[in-house]
Structures are given as structure tokens and as C-alpha cells.
């Protein structure tokens, strides 16, 4: 987030898109449902989906999954063709703006309608909202990032933000909201295949130096794989040993039949869990792990807010910390790692990543400090981008709206999106063990219009067939509104009908993200 949780309880506008905020990041939420009904605080939602936020939204735009580009393009045009930009703001920190402008210029309310389904009068007046509250939040999730065009998706909405001058001031900003507590603190360290801590990229010369001095080894130069290409590797052959820690992606990951074939295909596959995973029944060898409370540590959550964790309990039988198990195997494996600690390392972070320098445990005890935040008389920094980007100045992005990799046709006339519900998280691997969780959320189901479920002869209820072009599962009706005609929603916490055995296996060229969030499906009710 380029600002804080507790700040967007400042705006004046947000444009919520690609994110069922009461159901996946329901904390937050609270945020924004009390500044729209006690402070009058204007919503504007855009989701396929009637979800919980569309009761607070004084305008909800219900476009046709995979055609944000368009629609973000749309309220650009209609913002600058009505003079409604941020005049100074863009010829003082924003270059590119006129390849920007031609580009949205064919963009208008009427042709955005015909790709993505928003009324022109409803695109213009979300639109004027964003472009003159006084401070407009732009909020997101996986509903954006997970197209083949998903990095586009988020350039747009960057430069809906930096048109308007609708960053780096309080209630303002560009807001993912991560999709697990420690996925920014694991970027933050180069969890990524090109990145080092600190996103500093491998293939630099002058951003590995640094790290290989104070590690004292040299680092490779070429970016690693990514997951859907080390699965698509493992299938070949060209990988032969996989290292999997708190991921299950016979789960999580698109086409798992795909997914099984490669895991089997392995000659060794290590799974590190708290619970044994549908991905590490398939494993040669299983470490148990200590899980939140059992352990000692940091959390980097949402708004890069870097958090204590403390040990309650012992974690039971032999599962240890997962630092611990990297550790030992790094010695077996002619590693001398010393750490003694957790603190031990985090001490270490501090001396190698620039952001983190200035936090220490002691800074941190009672309450977390945002980064960057370079020495330790640095308070944090609670808003990005204020004075400059990181670039110097921001980069208009120019993005063209393109079609899913997948789109309904004769032979599977539905489109099929996924995600998440309140009651469970994730995969389940933890959530479905609760029998509380389980009771309110018992079995799979797809969401179904009540028009295609009356053409297909379906009522509540009811048990179905959902098969895309890569499998089948089976799982019961739920007729409703929540999705529009022609789309039906399935979560993807149930192993016994695992959405994924549908999905598609198309990547996001430049992030390598699979476009969950649009398949072709047919449906046809089980006898």
C-alpha cells in the first residue's frame, strides 16, 4: 500500500475494484464502511460480482471480468476530456502524459459500454467522483492481478491516480491489499525470482555487489523461474527437485492435473508445512514446521508495516521454526550458519536491505514502524511518493484493453471466475480444520444466475457438473444475483472440488500470474 489501513479512514472517495474487501480483508473494511456511513464518504465499486460492498457504493460499475484496462481507460478519458486532471501535478511529477492521452482517447463511455457492459452515464459519473473529492483511495486485490494482463491492470490504475494527483497526500493512493499477512515482507526479502532484498534485481551488477560482500559468495545473475514455469519445467524434466515451504499448489495453482503430473514427474519433492497439504501427500520427505504461535519473528503486512511476532507454545513433536530447518539443511549442505535466533537474522536484514535499516526488535516491541525507513531515528514512513517516485518522476503507462486468454463459446458458454469466501482462507489447509469455519461454509458450490440456472434446468440445491476444457468437478447450485448472466463464481478452498482442476494455465507475460479470474465452463445438472 503506498499509504496506511488507519489513513484510508481519511478519504473522501475510494474506488474499490478487484476485491471482496468484507469477505477477504474484512478488518479493513471497517475502515472504509464507517467513513462512508458516519463521515458520507462516497463508494464506488467495481466488481463482476454483487458482493456486501455494493450496499455501501453510490456507484457500483458491474463490468464483464477481464475488461479492466477498458473501463480504468474510460474514466481517464472522461476525466481529461472534461479537464478534470490534475494540471500541475502532471507537468510536475509525470512524464509521458500525451502518449497517455492518445491512447485513452478512443477510449469513450460508449465504446468502454460495448467491451466491458458499464452504462456510459454510470462510467462518467465515477469518473467526476474520483477526479474531485478532495482525497480519492484507490483500493485492490487479486481481482486485478490475476489476468494475463494483470500488470497493465495495475499500470492503469497508477495512472488514474498520478492524472488526478491522487497520491502521496493522507486518504489518497494506490492500495493492493495482500492476499496473506507475510506476502509483502516475503517480496520485501526477494521472494521473487529476480529480486534481491529490497528489490534489487539479480541481473544488476552494482545491486548483487552489496550482497555478495556482506555474504561473502558470488550470486547467480539470471532470474530464477517462476512458479507457474518451474511446474511447467518440472512436467519436462528440466527441473528435478522442488523445495516447497507454506505453498499448496496442488490447490492454488491453475490446471492441477497439470500440477499433479509435474509433482510426480520430480525426483525429489520437499514439503515444509504445519499440516500435511493435498501437495505434501505427494512429497519424498515432509519437515514439520512451527506455526504463527510457535515461533519467533517478523510479519511485514499490507501497509509494509514490520510487526513482532512473539512464541506462545511449543510447537508439538519436531516441528521446528522454519529458519531453524533452512538452517541445519544450509550446514549439511557445507553452509556455517550461525544464527542463534531469530533476532540474529532480522539484524542481518536491517544490514543489507536499505528500507529495513533503521528497525530493530527494540523499536518494534510494542509497536510496528512502516518502511522505508533508513536509520533508527527515522519514524517510518506511513505515505509513499509525497515529495517523488522512486523513479524520479512517475511514468504514464500506456495500456490497451485485450481479451482473456478464454472466453465462452459453444461448447462452454459460461465464464468461470475464483476466489475467496469469509469463512475460509486460502487452500484450507488450516480453516477447514476448524469445525466452527466448516459449519457455516459445509460444501463446495457455484454461484448461478437465476436466468442460466432455470435455462439449464437447475434449482437450489442442487448437485452439478462444472467441466472446462481441463477437468471436471462436482459442486452444488447456489442460484443468485450475486453474479451477473453468463458468469458463475466457485471459491477455491474445497480439495474434494478443487476449482483448479479448471482453471487456466495462461500467464501474465511480464508478472507470470494465471489468469484465475476467466475460464469458459459448461454446466450440466448431475443425475
Known amino acids: 500500500m503506498t499509504n496506511s489501513i488507519t489513513d484510508l479512514g481519511e478519504s473522501d472517495c475510494y474506488l474499490i475494484t478487484g476485491t471482496n474487501t468484507t469477505e477477504n480483508h474484512p478488518v479493513i473494511a471497517t475502515f472504509i464502511k464507517r467513513a462512508v456511513t458516519q463521515r458520507g464518504a462516497k463508494l464506488i465499486l467495481a466488481d463482476p460480482r454483487n458482493i456486501e460492498l455494493g450496499k455501501f457504493a453510490a456507484i457500483w460499475l458491474r463490468q464483464k471480468p477481464g475488461t479492466d484496462v477498458a473501463w480504468i481507460n474510460g474514466m481517464m478519458n472522461v476525466i481529461i476530456s472534461e479537464g478534470l486532471f490534475n494540471e500541475k501535478f502532471v507537468a510536475e511529477r509525470t512524464e509521458n502524459f500525451e502518449a497517455l492521452k492518445a491512447t485513452v482517447s478512443k477510449y469513450t463511455p460508449e465504446y468502454v459500454e460495448k467491451i466491458s457492459g458499464i452504462p456510459a452515464d454510470d462510467l462518467k459519473k465515477a469518473a467526476r467522483l474520483y477526479a474531485k473529492s478532495g482525497a480519492s483511495a484507490i483500493v485492490y486485490a487479486m481481482g486485478i492481478t490475476q489476468h494475463i494482463n494483470g500488470t497493465d491492470n495495475v499500470k492503469s490504475l497508477a495512472n488514474l491516480a498520478m492524472l488526478t494527483g491522487q497520491i502521496g497526500r493522507p486518504g489518497t493512493g494506490v492500495n493492493p491489499l495482500r492476499g496473506q499477512n507475510n506476502v509483502q515482507g516475503a517480496c520485501d526479502m526477494g521472494c521473487l525470482p529476480g529480486n534481491l532484498p529490497a528489490y534489487k534485481k539479480v541481473t544488476e551488477d552494482a545491486d548483487r555487489k552489496p550482497f555478495e560482500d556482506a555474504w561473502g559468495v558470488s550470486l547467480p545473475d539470471k532470474a530464477g523461474l517462476t512458479i507457474p514455469k518451474i511446474i511447467d519445467a518440472a512436467a519436462s524434466g528440466a527441473v528435478k527437485a522442488l523445495y516447497v515451504m507454506g505453498e499448496n499448489p496442488m490447490m492454488s495453482d491453475p490446471d492441477v492435473k497439470h500440477v499433479e503430473k509435474a509433482l510426480k514427474n520430480l525426483d525429489l519433492l520437499v514439503v515444509q508445512d504445519i499440516f500435511l497439504t493435498e501437495t505434501g501427500n505427494l512429497a519424498h520427505v515432509v519437515l514439520p514446521t512451527a ?14 508495516r514490520v510487526q513482532r511476532i512473539r512464541k506462545a507454545v511449543d510447537a508439538p513433536g519436531e516441528a521446528r521454526p522454519d529458519w531453524k530447518i533452512i538452517t541445519l539443511l544450509a550446514n549439511r549442505l557445507g553452509a556455517n550458519w550461525k544464527y542463534a535466533s531469530a533476532e540474529d537474522i532480522f539484524e542481518e536484514v536491517r544490514k543489507v536491505t536499505v528500507s529495513y535499516a533503521g528497525i ?26 509525497s515529495v517523488a517516485f522512486t523513479r524520479g518522476k512517475g511514468l504514464f503507462s500506456v495500456c490497451e484493453h485485450i481479451d482473456p486468454a478464454e472466453l465462452p463459446d459453444k461448447e462452454y458458454p459460461l465464464l468461470l471466475t475464483t476466489g475467496r469466501i469469509l469463512y475460509q482462507y486460502h487452500t484450507a489447509t488450516m480453516s477447514r480444520r476448524s469445525k466452527g469455519l466448516v459449519s457455516r461454509t459445509p460444501q463446495p458450490f457455484v454461484e448461478i444466475h437465476p436466468d442460466d440456472a432455470a435455462k439449464l434446468g437447475i434449482t437450489h440445491g442442487d448437485k452439478i457438473e462444472v467441466s472446462s476444457r481441463r477437468g471436471s468437478i462436482e459442486v452444488y447450485a447456489e442460484v443468485s444475483g450475486r453474479c451477473d448472466k453468463g458468469v458463475v463464481f466457485i471459491p477455491f478452498h474445497y480439495s474434494e472440488a478443487a476449482v483448479n482442476r479448471l482453471t487456466n494455465t495462461a500467464i501474465d507475460p511480464v508478472a507470470n500470474i494465471p489468469e484465475y479470474k476467466v475460464s469458459a465452463v459448461k454446466i450440466r445438472k448431475v443425475a
Open 360 to 385: 530493530t526488535y527494540g523499536r518494534i516491541e510494542k509497536q510496528g514502524i512502516q518502511w522505508p525507513c533508513p536509520n533508527t531515528e527515522h519514524p517510518g514512513t506511513p505515505i509513499l511518493h
Open 291 to 304: 506455526g504463527w504461535g510457535e515461533k519467533e519473528g517478523t510479519y511485514t503486512n499490507t501497509e509494509r
